[in-house]
Nanobody
Framework: QVQLVESGGDLVHAGGSLRLSCRAS????????MGWYRQAPGKERELVAT???????KYQDSVKGRFTISRENDENTVHLQMNRLTVGDTAVYLC???????????WGQGTQVTVSS
C-alpha cells in the first residue's frame, strides 16, 4: 500500500516562504515521478511542479523562479520550497506519485497553504 503524507503547510504573509514535504512509504520511491499540485476553492486542481525519477524538473509558469522542487531518495521524500509567496498561491497542496510504465498513480491528502495580504 503506497502512502503519501504531506506536511509543511501553514499561514504566511505575502512575500514569505514555506517548505512543503511529502514522504512516501510502501514502495520503491526512487522509480516514481513525483509532483506537487494545488487546488484552490472553486478552482480545478492544477500542476505546480514535477520531478522525474531521474531528477528532471518542470514548473507551472506562475511559480517559475519562486518555487523549487527537489527529492531526497534516501528519505523517500519530495520537497517544494516556495519563496515570495502571493495571495494567489493560497490552496491545498497535494503530492502525487506516478509510475507511467504501469499506470500507477497515488495522491496524498494535501496540506493547506494560506497566504495573507
Amino acid at each position: 500500500q503506497v502512502q503519501l503524507v504531506e506536511s509543511g503547510g501553514d499561514l504566511v504573509h505575502a512575500g514569505g516562504s514555506l517548505r512543503l514535504s511529502c514522504r512516501a512509504s510502501g514502495t520503491d520511491f526512487t522509480i516514481y515521478d513525483m509532483g506537487w499540485y494545488r487546488q484552490a476553492p472553486g478552482k480545478e486542481r492544477e500542476l505546480v511542479a514535477t520531478i522525474t525519477s531521474g531528477g528532471s524538473t518542470k514548473y507551472q509558469d506562475s511559480v517559475k523562479g519562486r518555487f523549487t522542487i527537489s527529492r531526497e531518495n534516501d528519505e523517500n521524500t519530495v520537497h517544494l520550497q516556495m519563496n515570495r509567496l502571493t495571495v494567489g498561491d493560497t490552496a491545498v497542496y497535494l503530492c502525487k506519485a506516478q509510475l507511467y510504465t504501469f499506470g500507477f498513480t497515488y495522491w496524498g491528502q494535501g496540506t493547506q497553504v494560506t497566504v495573507s495580504s
